[in-house]
């Protein structure tokens, strides 16, 4: 395994991380917890020392699973990253209330790395106005946090900005060849490297897709390069090529990926992909490019718009769509992020088809016809879900209170 070290603490971590967010299933139904456990502990004993985990995957179940695979000495051997929900916040209290609930949940005394959970323009006023900058402040002081970060699917502008608004440690975005210049982008991965936090990367395969059956003039384009790589493994080494990235996470819950992302990640040496091989994987995205829907790079100069909309938010989840049509992830996606469900309602259906948006739009994209489309298509049964998820929401949260409460009592 190779490391990289956190620029502002010097902390040295595995190049691969492991995302405790897609745990293997049972044939019967729920998770396979003894092979989840079995999973993560082969991957550490290979080298692996960080894993990713929040209250929300798996509906909360991730981080028991992980309290369980953490036991019998493999807790010192690793660093635990997890998160903080903002759509749980409503006071300075519940973010407390929410570290002791996990903290008691991991049978920990602290968390390494310690996320607030994908971060918009709006979840971010919302969590400074509520005090988060004390409480992690609070929170590294007397350690029950090391490292304070955030996870991010915004654009650029507002990715900046958040990185400007405190002291961070560390920061997790989604970055792959096919998203250079979409959400917090290349660009962003510089100007956090240039502050000295870790960055860690998310969705390198895109969800799996980039590591998936691939349309054939793609294939022809890997066929052809002198250098036979899977696509996962084209995917991966592009990612770890960028020196600036820290720990690439990987959601693994099969055995061979597993053996696979190990041996890919002995070979993660930044600056280390040659001419021709760059030139293969700008061809295969340029492929991918000119099947988008709509040419939005994610500047953001678009924004805000006065009705709310997240107008590259809801181009990126568009395209994210008819790119992989056999993946049906971004429609939920559009749901949670755009719906209401995790952060306040953001979705297309919401433009005034007011104009100011395509003033200031560098490629001069017709934005509120663009929207209209993506509302036609992604926003057919929200009314309906959005209410229903959120029901559950509430639900789990009630749940969360109650057992904490059990807990204090004991
Ligand atoms: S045209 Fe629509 S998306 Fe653009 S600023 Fe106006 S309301 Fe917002
Ligand atoms: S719609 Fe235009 S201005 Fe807005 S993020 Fe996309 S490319 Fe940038």
């Known amino acids: 395994m190779l490391y990289r070290t956190v ?5 040295k971590l595995s190049v691969l991380g492991f995302g405790y967010m897609r745990l ?11 092979r989840a456990i079995r999973q993560l502990r082969y991957a550490i004993d290979n080298g692996v020392n ?22 019998d000495g493999y807790r010192e051997k690793v660093r635990i990253a997890t998160k903080l929900p903002p759509w749980s916040v409503h006071s300075r209290d519940d973010m407390d209330r929410i570290l002791s609930s996990q903290l008691a949940t991991l049978h920990t005394s602290h968390i390494d790395y310690y996320l607030l959970h994908s971060l918009s323009k709006v979840t971010w006023e919302k969590m400074k106005n509520l005090g988060v900058r004390e409480f992690l402040d609070s929170a590294k002081k007397d350690s029950r946090i090391n490292n304070a970060g955030f996870s991010f699917h915004g654009d650029t502008a507002t990715f900046k900005e958040i990185i400007d608004s405190y002291d961070w ?4 975005i989604q970055y792959n060849y096919l998203d250079e210049h979409i959400q917090a982008g ?3 991965l510089s100007y956090a490297a240039g502050k000295q936090l870790g960055v860690m990367i998310m969705e390198p395969l895109r969800g799996g897709n980039l590591a998936g059956p691939v349309p054939d003039e793609i294939k022809r384009i890997w066929d052809e390069s002198s250098v036979k790589r899977s696509p996962a493994e084209w995917a991966f080494r592009w ?18 990926h597993i053996d696979e992302n190990l041996r890919i990640a002995q070979d993660a040496i930044p600056n280390s992909l040659s001419p021709a091989e760059l ?10 490019q000119q099947r988008m829907k709509v040419g939005c790079s994610g500047c953001g100069y678009c924004m805000p718009c006065p009705a709310g909309v997240d107008i590259p938010g809801c181009f990126s989840l568009y395209n994210a769509h008819h790119l992989f049509p056999q993946d049906r992830s971004a429609k939920f996606q559009y749901l949670g992020r755009h719906g209401g469900l995790l952060s306040p309602v953001s979705y297309a259906g919401l433009c ?18 663009h929207l209209q489309d993506v509302s036609t298509d992604m926003e057919g049964m929200m009314g309906v879900i959005v209410p229903l998820l959120k029901g559950g929401l509430w639900c789990m949260n009630q749940i969360g209170r109650i057992g904490q409460i059990f807990a204090f009592n004991k």
């Open 239 to 256: 990612v770890w090529n960028h020196p600036e990235v820290t720990v690439v996470l990987s959601g693994m819950n099969d055995e061979i």
């Open 7 to 11: 620029p502002k603490t010097g902390d």
């Open 279 to 288: 030139d293969s994987i700008a061809r295969v995205r340029d492929m991918f």
């Open 352 to 369: 005034r088809q007011c104009g100011k948006c395509v003033k200031s739009c560098p490629q001069h994209l017709s934005i509120p016809d």
């Open 169 to 172: 440690e560390f920061c997790q």
């Open 50 to 71: 960080y894993v990713d985990t929040a209250p929300a995957y798996h509906f909360g179940k991730s981080e028991k699973v992980l309290a369980r695979a953490l036991a």
């Open 24 to 34: 293997p299933q049972k044939k019967s139904g729920g998770i396979d917890e003894e």
């Open 186 to 188: 290349t660009e962003g």
